[in-house]
């Protein structure tokens, strides 16, 4: 099954980020139509009814959430969320470093059907060449009048900041992502009240991933029924999936929703390395619970990932081959979540630093069985009990791999105390079989 | 020192009570580097409320300063007209900015999950050794959560520079080249031109 080329038709083109070049190839013609020939409504119908669902994580129909902004004239904010931190994801980098005027019209496009005056792309810190070329395509289209005052000669006003992150991954929840972008702690907000009722300086805000805006001209271009007739029942589109872990040719592919897994894993990643099969795979980045080869036959849609069990996310698959124990695999995931907790829940900032901690005691052959049950039940504890979903995020794919890999972690705590006790008390006589070894055969 | 993955920086100091807490210092009497100054007024200009600057405004601070120190936070408070104690509550939360004098410039080695399955950690222990052996000064050096860059995995970030896949054997090459403040594995950047990955078909 080959790659399907949308978002990343474009991408070999030499000098895509400047505008130029985007423009020589169309660029610019979908925003100037929603400002200049569209009414906000029929924008934001052509949204809705293409059925494009967020790529950030959550899946939610992009085009309902903008319809949730309220109208009126109070002020109103977009917000591109490209503070993408997921372990596995790296999307969004490839988009905005390769065609970053792509994301800025999807930005106008936004804007225009949610009504913001004012937009902000929160690019993660550590992206330091992609925020510098956000910021020259930004200036580009400034000097070009496609931002600023009345733009594209409209009565619109759009004003958009590239806003720099400093390395928090919680600020890739859409409410810490305002408190970031408003200057403090990145920490979560209760909800409701939603961003789209009360988000960034209290104003309506519209949130949405920099796959989903740089999906947005092209709907506009060729319209929601061109949107739908890619993909299967309500997930439309491409979906732009990057690949890592243990297969031999990482990457981003682009793919029409609805291929199967293994023609993503095997077709397009080339399979685990030689003598290597598939354990298992986080089917959306390392917060999708894990499932095993046995799913590698289903299509790759949100639906039917949900029905498995877990989730199509980001749209990251990270593989994990059979050579790879799952303890570490499972300490390192925790030891994430541990770290970028942001400690303003107690079910999160405890229960990742618990199960990092029973982990820990495994590894060291410190545990029992029962460690595992205690482990399983801080996890159930964990899920639905915060602000935010980033414990989880932790919780769930934890969980499942006590529950798809359970005989692997009682052999890891059986095997680790046995090793322990070795080197604890040595073997009565041990010293003598040593030196008789050493001595040779008599 | 203490491990900061485990122990975050000041958790075992206990607060000075006889103290006065620090106001918003007046600008009158607090020296800032003109360049700072300008960065600053800069970003807050770009921004409905001058508090979003807060982020770019510690950066840039640290840009100068090469860390977070009382002294930067000083002077970003005095243009920012905030207390220091708030830049301080932003500074320790993000993971970027320094709240220690470790070094103005950063070698971040991933070691997250989809690098930890290509074995990062190896890759990640044998720089670190390099860097001690090479006497590396002036560099933060340390494992760093996912960069997402997991289809270059393992890689490492050099001042933003990113580069990958690694191994074990590119880790004195890639430690003297930072001592050495040259450009770090040459065409193996991923901004570099015509950069691709070993096993890719397009540039994409």
Request: one cysteine or more.
């Amino acid at each position: 099954m080959p790659e399907t080329k949308v978002l990343t038709a474009n991408l070999h083109e030499p000098d895509l980020h400047t505008i130029a070049v985007y423009e020589r190839l169309g660029g610019y013609a979908s925003a100037r139509k929603a400002a200049l020939d569209m009414a906000p409504e029929e924008v934001l119908e052509q949204l809705e009814a293409s059925g494009l669902r967020g790529r950030g994580g959550a899946g939610f129909s992009m085009g309902k959430k903008a319809s949730f902004v309220p109208k009126g004239t109070m002020d109103k904010y977009l917000c591109c969320n490209a503070d993408e931190s997921e372990p596995g994801a790296f999307k969004d980098r490839l988009l905005m470093q390769k065609n970053p005027h792509q994301l800025v019209e999807g930005c106008i496009i936004g804007s225009i059907a949610a009504g913001a005056n004012r937009a902000f792309i929160f690019i993660r810190g550590e992206y330091e060449i992609q925020a510098k070329i956000l910021d020259a395509a930004v200036e580009e289209a400034r000097a070009k009048g496609y931002l600023g005052e009345g733009i594209f000669g409209s009565k619109f006003d759009l004003d958009l900041v590239v806003h720099r992150g400093q390395g928090a991954y919680i600020c890739g929840e859409e409410s810490a992502l305002l408190d970031g972008l408003e200057g403090k702690r990145g920490n979560p907000r209760l909800k409701p009240p939603f961003p789209a009722n009360q988000g960034l300086y209290q104003g309506p805000t519209l949130i949405n991933n920099v796959e989903t805006l740089c999906n947005t001209p092209a709907i506009i271009e060729k319209g929601a029924d061109w949107f739908q007739s890619i993909g299967v029942d309500k997930s439309t589109g491409t979906k732009l999936v990057s690949v890592s872990g243990n297969v031999q040719r990482p990457g981003n592919y682009e793919i029409e929703l609805g291929i199967s897994v293994r023609d993503i894993v095997y077709g397009l990643a080339g399979g685990p390395p030689e003598g290597r099969e598939v354990k298992g795979f986080f089917p959306g980045g390392s917060s999708a619970p894990v499932l095993t080869a046995d799913s590698l036959d289903l299509p790759y849609t949100f639906e039917s990932m949900a029905e498995a069990g877990s989730m199509l996310g980001s749209g990251s698959i990270i593989v994990v081959d059979d050579s790879q124990p799952i303890v570490p695999l499972a300490l390192r995931l925790a030891e994430f979540y541990r770290h970028e907790s942001c400690g303003k829940c107690v079910p999160c900032r405890e229960g990742t630093n618990w199960t990092v901690k029973t982990l820990e005691r495994i590894e060291e052959g410190e545990a029992t069985p029962m460690d595992l049950e205690i482990m399983a039940e801080v996890q159930e504890n964990i899920i639905g009990n915060c602000l935010c979903v980033l414990g989880d995020s932790m919780a769930m794919p934890i969980g499942s791999m006590i529950k798809h890999f359970r005989p692997e972690f009682e052999e890891h705590i059986e095997d680790a105390r046995a090793g322990k006790d070795r080197e604890a008390v040595p073997a009565f006589g041990a010293g003598e079989l040593a030196a008789a070894a050493e001595a040779g055969p008599a | 020192m203490p491990d900061r993955r485990t122990f975050p920086l000041g958790w075992d100091a206990a607060n000075d009570l006889a103290k006065d807490p620090g106001l918003v210092p007046d600008p009158a009497e607090v020296d800032v580097p003109e360049e700072l100054r300008i960065a600053i007024l800069a970003a807050m200009a770009r921004y409905p409320d001058s508090r979003s600057a807060t982020l770019p405004a510690l950066a840039s601070a640290q840009k100068v300063h090469g860390w977070c120190s009382p002294l930067a936070l000083h002077q970003t408070a005095a243009v920012m007209q905030v207390t220091p104690a708030y830049l301080s509550s932003v500074a320790t939360f993000y993971d970027m900015l320094r709240t220690e004098p470790i070094g103005d410039r950063y070698l971040f080695v991933c070691t997250s999950v989809a690098c930890h399955l290509r074995d990062a950690k190896a890759v990640y222990e044998a720089i670190a050794q390099e860097a001690r052996d090479q006497g590396l000064e002036g560099v933060d050096v340390r494992e760093f959560e996912c960069l997402g860059a997991c289809d270059m995995a393992p890689m490492a970030s050099v001042d933003g520079r990113y580069v990958g896949p690694l191994a074990q054997s590119d880790a004195r090459e890639l430690v003297s080249a930072v001592k050495e403040k040259r450009q770090v594995l040459p065409g193996r950047g991923l901004e570099d031109p015509g950069f691709r990955l070993p096993w890719s078909t397009s540039d994409a």
